[in-house]
């Protein structure tokens, strides 16, 4: 057993090296706490509060995008997209959540989904069959399946057609940090096609 003294000794040096000691050392030793921490504590409790295994999502393309991003005309928008919206019989989507989409990069909150709440409009995440969770809104619901599209997609991708509840992660609930997720993103656009390079443009 430590003495107080002892315990005291060891809180001095941890928080010397933690936060006071400009050594390499010192950073490579910060930057290991500071891991383990977003790792091992923030986000598995970021997990349990939000009810998600994903309670944050980096939007990785431009699926969603609205030309001009929060600047955009969204009157102009919606007149352009009218048609793709049409037959699914919505018209209220000036009421959606995320009525101007989101652009690349973007950090979402994400929060756990009830399937039997979620409506028309909403934005969820699932599981696509892609390498990474699909980011969409839905459009219409059957039953206990879902049909998402991206807002700036021509038309819905196969795989969105016929979502079961199992496949549902989280529903996006705001926008917490624009473009940041590029300091991630940055690091992978060398391993995607051509079309899914750079910033976003509406399609």
Partial sequence: MFSKKELKNIWNKFWFLLW??????????????????????????????????????????????????????????????????????????????????FNKGDILLVTGANPEKLKVG?????????????????????GNTFSTIGDNNNGQLSFEKNISTEKIIGKAKFKIAPYVGWLKLIFFENKKSFSEKGLCKEK
């Fill in 20 to 101: 006071k000691d400009d050594s390499i050392k010192g950073w490579v030793f910060s930057i290991i706490i500071i891991f383990v921490f977003i790792k091992f504590i923030f986000f598995p409790g970021l997990s349990f509060v939000t009810g998600t295994s994903l309670p944050l999502a980096i939007v990785e393309s431009c699926s969603m995008y609205h030309d001009g991003n929060l600047l955009s005309n969204y009157n102009k928008w919606l007149q352009d997209h009218e048609k793709k919206y049409s037959k699914f019989e919505i018209e209220d989507f000036k009421d959606f959540e995320f009525k101007k989409g």
């Fill in 122 to 142: 909403d934005v969820v995440i699932f599981n696509g069959g892609a390498n990474h969770p699909i980011i969409h809104r839905i459009i219409e619901i059957n």
